[in-house]
């Protein structure tokens, strides 16, 4: 592959990865991430139990958790009325993945 083709395919992984570069690129969504992924629980968590580790509000919760899952970084799971959000291993994190390995690939062979 040229150098122009890997630069096309870079450009399409930056437009795929835009909305999660700008949900995880937030401070506070960062540490609700953390939350999620430094738990033992393997069905997830609710609003108050991130409440209590982040020190954020549930409204500041909630909005932040809606952020996250429209861009696709964490599922929600409902369990008659209590909702349960974590991250899916499938999850559009995946992308970021390839967004690194293109640039490296180009990186090593043109620099």
């Known amino acids: ?58 409204p500041a919760v909630s909005h932040h958790l809606k952020i996250l899952r429209d861009a696709g970084v964490i599922l929600m799971r409902k369990e008659g009325t209590k909702n349960f959000y974590y991250i899916d291993i499938r999850t559009k994190l995946g992308l970021l993945k390839n967004l690194v390995l293109d640039i490296e690939t180009l990186l090593t062979e043109y620099y």
Not at 30 to 56: F, N
């Open 1 to 58: 592959m040229n150098k122009q083709d890997q630069l096309s395919m870079i450009k399409d992984d930056f437009m795929n990865c835009q909305k999660v570069l700008l949900a995880i690129g937030d401070e506070t969504r960062q540490s609700i991430l953390l939350v999620l992924m430094g738990t033992d629980c393997q069905i997830g968590l609710r609003v108050g139990e991130i409440t209590e580790q982040t020190h954020l509000s549930r």
